[in-house]
């Protein structure tokens, strides 16, 4: 058995290496993760606003939280977000990813060309899909009018901003998906599709009875990620409209960024972080059973 | 000989030294006072207004061998206030800034940051000489006591392309929301050469940022109600019949197709002349002079409702002076603070900046004259410099004009909801807000 007199005895001993091994992790993880978790701990129970001192003020960041129209409206929008992006991502993440299992030609090429996006800058990304969806002189739009039909309001029309922006988001990330997707594809045993072959399956069942319950950890995997990315929504918003027109795409983060750095808010900014965090492992737990139940075999 | 300890700390040394030798006075602000009085001023960083600045203070140098001013613009960061904020954390703030917004007086003031002024002895007589009373009323602070020297002011008014409006068929300045409109009418009625939606009467932007609505609701709001802001004793009172009038012109502007729905990002469109009316401060005039020499332009008041009676106020956007409370000399920086406001000081303020000074005789006052005959557009300002009202100080301003600027949006450009109702929950949220930071 060891007790601190045995810690103690083996930090005296000889036995150190380790230790100094996960040193320069137990440093970043105190300075980046621990402290910060405690001081925005900390931060919940204070209005402070970085430059003057702190001033406790107890419950009342709970008190506003409670009665901010706009922190529900922002939460609203980003389950609005995860409603469209996370079926659109999957959807479109497995069927490339499907596409890609095949043995297509320039099957690489396609592999490297979908997962471009993910290494391209957000920022950078997002400008573009701006310059795309522009109302009066985008490309989009341009090729609608060329066609004969209207132009689409994608980021000037309430209703239409956040799905423009889950669509642009689905384009941005589904390349991770289909990595993912193609790992728990090439993990089944092909004897499993043999076999319901040889028991005259066509392959509609054999996607539906083989392949998605032997996707369901990645499935799992993949709307678990999907979630925590989707409330982590900011870059797009923050670029492209800004949480307007009308607040539709004010995610929760952007909320969060806009009264720590805009309004100097940072004791709100933080309970908001914290309800936000709360939030976040309710919907992951739910989504996890209802997963689990739906899919296993 | 292990030599590592001997080095580090010769390093250590070295680093507190340049600490030390970087946070000394800049070197080339003249000589030193040989007294030992050292002054610090802290001007707005544009170019300008440090021309400005260095010449006040080498006058003042020549002046004052005994009270040297060493002059440093306000480092360069997002804003000012933020700056000085950190300022009075770190106990860094200069002597004297001529940058301080009136709507973050609160926030020094709660910071313990400043000194009153009022407690000069020659305080009443010095603001007297130059400031009338009704403008100089409305910076007493919330304890009933001035820490600020109102300096300049930059009112919002409509500039109009004289050009536009004639071809449109508009022959006199709209000075009601009703003549607006029906320019607005007129212009867009008009085949003009590129085709419809090439010019318009007006164009504000549409993105809800808290600062733009100091430029159309904020304004129209002073003009609505003969000069009251946002706040009565502490409390939002501005949903209201004048509010709600200035909201559903706003929405008549867009509804009716006057203004666009786009924002424009390719330049300021009253210079590219696509717009026939701005409304803007006086540093449009030199943006004119500068990049559309040729604009054929006049500066009026902001419109009016219909029926409205006595002078139309508007915002002052005003910058004023305040002495910092970390000043070892308040005498010496109280007087520097005069100094800077003197007669033939705002005549260098309005000739190297063209802003207009916070002075009740400038169009009175021989001194002005040959500038104003030089600047005829500045004329409309120096006049309208009289009724113009500041932001109201109280905390969390820049979240109430952001919980504005959304019910603006909501409201007048895209027309989803009422203006009662917009107004009333931009105000509930005021409420919140205000009670929140109780």
């Known amino acids: 058995m060891t007790g601190p007199r045995g810690l103690a005895r083996r930090l005296a001993s000889g036995d150190r290496t380790a230790y100094w091994f996960v040193l320069p992790y137990a440093v970043f993880f105190c300075a980046f993760v621990a402290y910060p978790l405690l001081f925005s701990l900390i931060l919940v129970f204070h209005r402070w606003n970085i430059v003057t001192p702190m001033e406790w003020i107890g419950l009342r960041n709970f008190d506003r939280l409670i009665g901010d129209g706009l922190f529900y409206r922002s939460l609203l929008n980003t389950l609005t977000f995860l409603v469209i992006h996370i079926p659109l ?25 979908y997962f471009l996006p993910v290494v391209v800058s957000g920022v950078a990304v997002t400008i573009l899909w701006q310059q795309l969806y522009s109302f009066d002189n985008g490309v989009l739009n341009g090729i609608l009018r060329a066609a004969g039909l209207g132009p689409v309001p994608w980021l000037v029309d309430p209703s239409m901003a956040m799905p423009s922006i889950a669509i642009m988001a689905t384009w941005k990330n589904v390349g991770i998906y289909i990595v993912l997707f193609l790992v728990g594809l090439q993990n089944i045993p092909r004897e499993l599709y043999e076999a319901a072959s040889l028991d005259g399956a066509h392959p509609v069942a054999q996607f539906r009875h083989i392949t998605l ?14 979630t925590i990315g989707g409330f982590s929504l900011f870059i797009e918003p923050y670029v492209m409209t800004g949480g307007g027109p009308m ?22 900014a933080a309970t908001l972080g914290f309800v936000y965090a709360l939030v976040i492992l309710a919907v992951v737990m739910l989504q996890r059973r209802v997963i689990d139940t739906e899919l296993t075999p | 000989m292990d030599v590592t300890p001997r080095l580090a ?12 030798w970087g946070c000394g006075p800049r070197p080339g602000t003249g000589p030193r006072a040989a007294s030992g009085i050292e002054l610090t001023y802290w001007p707005a960083p544009n170019p300008q207004e440090i021309q400005l600045a ?35 954390a770190g106990k860094t703030t200069p002597d004297v800034c001529s940058n301080i917004l009136p709507a973050a007086l609160h926030d020094y003031m709660q910071a313990g940051g400043l000194v009153r002024l009022d407690e000069f002895p020659d305080f009443d007589s010095a603001m007297a000489s130059r400031t009338p009373r009704e403008l100089m009323e409305q910076f007493r602070a919330g304890d009933g006591h001035f820490y600020q020297v109102p300096w300049k002011t930059n009112p919002v008014m409509m500039f109009l392309n004289r050009r536009l409006l004639r071809e449109a068929g508009v022959d006199s300045v709209p000075a009601t929301y009703g003549e607006y409109l029906a320019a607005g009418a007129r212009v867009l009625a008009h085949p003009w050469p590129g085709g419809a939606g090439s010019i318009w ?7 809800p940022l808290w600062w733009q609505r100091l430029f159309d609701f904020f304004p129209f709001y002073i003009a609505a109600t003969g000069g009251r802001t946002l706040f009565s004793a502490g409390k939002a009172t501005f949903d209201d019949s004048a509010a709600t009038g200035v909201l559903e012109f706003f929405r008549a502007c867009y509804g009716r197709g006057y203004f666009p729905h786009t924002y424009f990002s390719g330049g300021d469109p009253f210079l590219l002349e696509k717009k026939a009316t701005h409304f803007s401060g006086p540093w449009e005039v030199a943006a004119i002079r500068k990049f559309a020499p040729q604009l054929d332009f006049e500066v009026a008041p902001i419109p009016v409702p219909d029926g409205h009676h006595g002078p139309v106020y508007t915002y002052g956007d005003y910058k004023n002076i305040s002495i910092f409370s970390t000043t070892a000399h ?7 603070v005069r100094f800077l406001v003197e007669a033939r000081h705002d005549l260098l303020l309005l000739s190297i900046c063209d802003q207009i000074p916070v002075r009740g005789d400038l169009l009175a006052n021989p001194l002005f004259a040959q500038y104003f005959r030089d600047n005829p557009a500045m004329v409309q300002f120096a006049h309208q410099a009289l009724y113009t009202r500041s932001t109201d100080a109280v905390p969390d301003l820049k979240e109430i004009f952001d919980a504005i600027a959304q019910e603006y949006e909501a409201c007048a450009v895209y027309g989803r909801v009422a203006a009662p109702l917009a107004l009333r929950d931009a105000v509930r949220r005021s409420d919140m807000i205000m009670e929140w930071d109780r």
């Open chain 1, 213 to 226: 319950p032997m996707l369901n950890p990645t499935i799992v995997v993949i709307v678990v990620l999907s």
């Open chain 2, 330 to 336: 308040p005498r010496e920086a109280w007087a520097f």
């Open chain 1, 89 to 113: 991502q999957a959807a479109v993440a497995l069927a490339l990813a499907l596409l890609l299992n095949t043995g297509i030609r320039g099957r690489g090429f396609f592999r490297a060309l």
């Open chain 2, 9 to 20: 700390r010769r390093g250590a040394l070295l680093c507190i030294l340049l600490v030390a």
């Open chain 2, 201 to 207: 009467l007006g164009e504000r932007d549409v993105r």
């Open chain 1, 247 to 268: 607040q539709s795409t004010l995610s929760g983060m952007l909320y969060i960024y806009n009264q720590a750095f805009s309004f100097d808010h940072m004791g709100y």
């Open chain 2, 54 to 88: 260095d010449t006040l203070v080498r006058i003042w140098n020549a002046l004052h061998p005994d009270i040297h001013v060493a002059m440093q613009p306000i480092p360069v960061s997002i804003s000012t206030e933020e700056v000085l904020l950190a300022a009075i």
